[in-house]
């Protein structure tokens, strides 16, 4: 392997790591600047781009983490990881989303190596029942929604006394509580999807983070900010997790991701609501982190296996020089090479994230809980204003206000994933 190589990944790999820890820059953005400057980078610019893909699930973690905001790659990761962060366990969200990312990662490249054969048949096929996956994914969403919505109000037998007043009435679950609850996640899953659908229309991709940023990020930081108390004291350590723990959890992450490299157009978080529901956070942090992380390796399939880059980095890529085609056999050493590759970038960006988890985890402990989120929720607001101006301002107030809807009507916030769902949807069968 030559040295000007390796040197190009490690430059990529610190490159695409900023880029995602940013909020408002995204590896593709980085991937078009590159392609920009140097459009004839040859090897070197693809190398970089593809280190920079590998590392970029590791640099998205930090948002995700301390600020609840992230690109559509971490959108349901982003959840868990903040509300964990507010708990002073930022730490060890970052940890566990950096080890999941790492361990999905390389899960995945014996599976690719063993599916190669079967792409070339299988993908074409798939692509043409997109909508009836995503159609599928709707359906399990609406039908495993836990709410039981409380429908009719019973008196107490006896009044009890809460908040300095006597309550006579409790709201008691009827037999149709189930079916309301499905019904709440189909109404939010449309009305995320309508402002999905409109905010694409108004700016395509760059809608993106204003979008998700509102959905999932700004009213958690709007609920935090009402808060005068300090923030919880942060803890530095990430408490040890075995390794075959972390591995069994992040084992069903790389599996769906293969979704990812065969169906085009579905992204990482359209693919991690296929996984099974982890039971507690910190198994969920891992599982989807995993699913991030092994659909690197998937796209990078689909790249040398199909001759398609399903991303932005790698369409860039090609651009600079044309993938090495693997559609026989076992893999040429160029692949091979390219695989440790990724592996040192993603390694690289494992050891960044988790040093750099410490210093903003005593930052936002030191700010307390309301500077910390007015602090993020100014960092949002500039970020969508640098990436879709005046417009993703707008969006992001829009997708704040819908936000709130889960919260208020007790149902998942994951199915805000609608606005990226029902777009999607639309798009595959030809009316976007």
Avoid at 91 to 115: K, N, S
Avoid at 175 to 186: E, F, V
Avoid at 243 to 269: Q, T
Avoid at 386 to 395: E, F, N, T
């Amino acid at each position: 392997m030559e040295p000007v190589l390796v040197a190009a990944a490690l430059a990529g790999a610190l490159a695409g790591f900023a880029a995602s820890a940013i909020p408002g820059l995204h590896v593709n953005g980085l991937a078009a600047l590159a392609l920009a400057l140097a459009p004839d980078a040859g090897a070197e610019g693809q190398v970089f781009l593809v280190a920079a893909f590998a590392a970029a699930p590791f640099g998205a973690a930090l948002p995700g983490t301390f600020l609840g905001a992230s690109g559509e790659e971490g959108a349901l990761s982003a959840l868990p990881a903040h509300a964990l962060a507010r708990e002073g366990r930022g730490v060890e969200a970052v940890a566990l989303q950096a080890w999941g990312a790492m361990l999905g990662l390389l899960l995945a490249l014996p599976l690719a190596a063993a599916l190669r054969p079967f792409f070339a048949w299988l993908a074409p096929r798939l692509a043409d029942w997109t909508p009836w996956l995503v159609l599928l994914v709707i359906a399990l969403l609406v039908w495993s929604e836990p709410a039981r919505p409380k429908v009719h109000r019973a008196p107490l037998a006896t009044p009890v006394r809460e908040g300095g007043a006597w309550v006579t009435h409790a709201w008691r679950e009827g037999p149709l509580s189930a079916w309301a609850g499905r019904a709440l996640a189909l109404f939010v899953i449309l009305l995320s999807g309508a402002l999905g659908f409109a905010a694409m229309r108004l700016g395509g991709a760059a809608m993106l983070l204003p979008l998700l940023a509102g959905l999932f990020a700004a009213p958690e930081l709007l609920h935090a900010a009402r808060s005068r108390r300090g923030g919880p004291r942060a803890a530095l350590r990430a408490p040890p997790v075995p390794l075959r723990a972390l591995a069994k959890d992040a084992a069903p992450g790389a599996l769906v991701a293969v979704v990812e490299g065969l169906v085009p157009g579905v992204s990482p978080s359209q693919a991690a609501l296929l996984a099974p529901r982890a039971p507690t956070p910190e198994r969920r942090l891992v599982r989807l982190a995993a699913v991030n992380g092994a659909a690197v390796v998937f796209t990078l399939l689909a790249w040398h296996a199909l001759g398609r880059p399903r991303a932005g980095a790698l369409v860039a890529a090609q651009a600079m020089t044309p993938a090495l085609p693997w559609t026989q056999g076992a893999p040429p050493l160029a692949i091979l090479d390219e695989a440790i590759l990724v592996v040192g970038a993603a390694l690289l960006a494992l050891v960044l994230a988790r040093m750099l988890s410490r210093p903003l985890a005593r930052l936002v402990a030191r700010a307390g809980t309301r500077r910390a989120a007015l602090a993020g929720l100014f960092v949002l607001a500039l970020g969508c204003l640098w990436q879709a101006g005046w417009v993703g301002l707008v969006v992001l107030a829009a997708a704040t206000l819908v936000g709130f809807v889960p919260r208020r009507l007790g149902v998942r916030r994951s199915l805000g994933m609608g606005s990226i769902l029902v777009p999607t949807l639309l798009r595959a069968w030809g009316i976007a």
